[in-house]
């Protein structure tokens, strides 16, 4: 299904424990911001290795410029009431809700997963703006959790892009009206890289 991931020099733990959230915000323009938080969670590599074996990872199809293609990466999505498949996502759900619930007045509820098998997998620039976040300000978390892979964002309709490097345990938060005025991607690359996966938390309506 996916390379041997290269697990981490740093990483050697033998259990999964998250640590103190404390991200840094970087403010961007129109209302926009983004908290980082590089290893938050310990351990990242054995939640990676037990994510790969038990998520029924899918490959879906979508029309695409006019065609039907396959989606550059495997994909389960988690609903509102499904269990997760590893108690450590319920805790790092239940601990983002409340770190987040001055700002965003709610819960965070579902999971939506993506396997990055390779460097040939990716995300195309977008924002998730299916359901309240096309006009509403919203949050969406990603816990990361394998081979680091690049995540860039840029303003809506173009214009100068910021990255940041998510791999092994890091946390980002996407706030405020970024769904809606940036975009985001995760591109290919030609150089060698392990698998990846990426846990996105998201309030209810939002996708």
Not at 11 to 31: E, K
Not at 120 to 128: K, L, N, T, Y
Not at 197 to 207: A, E, K, L, N, T
Request: aromatic residues 8%.
């Amino acid at each position: 299904m996916a390379a041997a991931l290269q697990h981490s020099l740093f990483d050697t733990g033998d259990a999964i424990d998250l640590g103190s959230l404390a991200p840094t915000r970087t403010h961007l323009s129109r209302g926009a911001w983004v908290d980082y938080q590089p290893s938050w969670l310990t351990g990242a590599d054995l939640l990676f290795d037990a994510l790969h074996e038990a998520v029924p990872w899918k490959a879906e199809r979508r029309e695409m410029y006019e065609r039907v293609v396959d989606v550059p990466r495997l994909l389960k999505f988690y609903e509102q009431d499904e269990a997760l498949p590893h108690p450590v996502l319920t805790e790092t759900r239940k601990t983002l809700s409340d770190r987040y619930a001055g700002e965003l007045g709610e819960p965070f509820v579902s999971a939506g997963m993506c396997l990055y098998r390779d460097g040939r997998d990716s995300v195309a620039w977008h924002g998730d703006r299916v359901g309240r976040s096309k006009d509403q300000d919203t949050m969406v978390a990603i816990l990361s959790v394998g081979s680091a892979r690049s995540l860039m964002l840029r303003p809506r309709g173009g214009g100068t892009s910021i990255g940041f490097s998510l791999g092994h345990g890091d946390l980002v938060v996407m706030g405020g009206s970024c769904q809606r005025t940036w975009d985001h991607a995760i591109p290919k690359t030609n150089k060698p890289v392990g698998p990846r996966i990426s846990i996105q938390f998201r309030p209810r309506g939002v996708r």
